[in-house]
């Protein structure tokens, strides 16, 4: 697949001057929420109404979503309010209820990208479409499945496409629902700038508290666009609860993200710069992260050597680690003077918290 501004030109259709912003339910409940809610953000900056109707849940027995029934809610949301309406498919009998419905925007959901069987259906019965079709982020952290998505919808000729960014899941228990992992959706847009790269913070947080941070990474990082849960009634929604705001709280958080615009070439200087420095920001955040995982071991080496006996500094496995250290950082551009100075210094570190460790 190659760069392909054609991607770009649905998007520049909206002829917008701040990000886009697609935004309703989680899920498609009642005729009566699915309006309230669209009317409620009909005349703000959303452009796109989201409701799902076919429910992808995790494990059995939770709500499924309404089916097809809320294909009609969805249109006379377009006909009362005039926002495009954006809904899930997850197979070919999906997308032909959708398309007969006239749905504007057909996404594919985070546990659909993980399978090729299943995308190739879906890009099969989209064949020729001018349809709008994003491709979210596949549930595991693998570039080449989400642009593999995307490359079978290309080849299907579907030309209004786009990604959603909607984080990753992971084992480990971190603040997010699913971890953003930044350095996949930069690595994407490095690859492919002209693909409309759309941030999904709702998924990535799990809970409302963070979303206004997540929103404002992502639109630092030149993200195209925000898909926002917005629900009447947040904490008695039928799924994702905890995530959800209500629409008088998105148009405020509109209002406080701070947009970057392309209007100058000074502009488009700090606008890069901003990126460039958000990608930074990203990485040191990492290494943190890193580092702290390292001093856990550590403490744990600290206390088997405590059980042991043994004394804490062990020069010939030291002087192992750094031989290697400096091979393998010398292949990534690193000098050997720095390579020692930082694991001499992560090193010291070591020996300190295990020497407490012993000594406590
Ligand atoms: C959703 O958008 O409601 C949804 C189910 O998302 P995801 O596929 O990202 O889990
Ligand atoms: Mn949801």
């Not at 002829?15 to 005729?31: F, N």
């Not at 494990?59 to 954006?86: H, N, Q």
């Not at 702290?292 to 088997?304: N, P, Y």
């Not at 930082?342 to 012993?358: D, G, L, P, R, Y």
Request: proline letters at 4%; hydrophobic letters at 40%.
């Amino acid at each position: 697949m190659k760069n392909k501004k054609e991607m770009r030109s649905w998007l520049d259709d909206f002829k917008l001057d701040h990000p886009l912003v697609i935004a309703g339910p989680c899920s498609a409940e009642t005729e009566d929420q699915v309006l309230k809610i669209a009317h409620d953000l009909k005349n703000t900056d959303v452009s796109i109404y989201r409701a799902g109707i076919w429910k992808p849940r995790t494990r059995p027995g939770m709500f499924e979503g309404v089916g097809a029934i809320g294909l009609k809610w969805l249109d006379k949301v377009k006909k009362e309010t005039g926002l495009l309406t954006a809904t899930e498919v997850a197979n070919a009998s999906h997308v032909k209820l959708a398309l007969e419905y006239d749905i504007d925007v057909l996404w594919i959901g985070a546990r659909s990208t993980v399978s090729p069987f299943i995308v190739q259906e879906i890009a099969d019965a989209l064949k020729d479409t001018d349809k709008i079709v994003l491709v979210k982020n596949p549930v595991n952290p693998d570039l080449s499945l989400w642009l593999g998505g995307l490359e079978r919808l290309y080849t299907a000729n579907i030309k209004k496409l786009g990604v959603i960014h909607r984080g990753f899941s992971t084992y480990e228990k971190t603040k997010y629902r699913n971890n953003p992992e930044w350095q996949l959706p930069i690595e994407l847009q490095n690859r492919f700038p002209d693909i409309p790269l759309i941030c999904d913070p709702s998924h990535i947080a799990g809970r409302r508290d963070i979303l206004q941070d997540i929103s404002q990474t992502a639109l630092d990082l030149n993200f195209d666009g925000l898909m926002i849960e917005t629900h009447i009634d947040p904490d008695n929604a039928w799924s994702d609860a905890a995530q959800q705001i209500t629409p008088k709280v998105l148009v405020k958080m509109m209002e406080d993200l701070k947009i970057r615009t392309l209007t100058s070439d000074e502009a488009d200087y700090q606008n890069q710069l901003n990126t460039l420095r958000t990608q930074i920001d990203v990485i040191d955040h990492g290494i943190l992260e890193t580092l702290g995982k390292r001093m856990k071991v550590a403490v744990s080496i600290g206390e088997l050597k405590k059980q042991k006996n043994v004394a804490v500094l062990q020069t010939k496995r030291w002087n192992e680690i750094l031989g290697n250290m400096i091979l393998e950082g010398e292949k990534k551009g690193l000098s050997e003077e720095f390579v020692l100075k930082m694991f001499k210094a992560i090193h010291q570190e070591s020996i300190n918290n295990q020497e407490k460790v012993i000594n406590s």
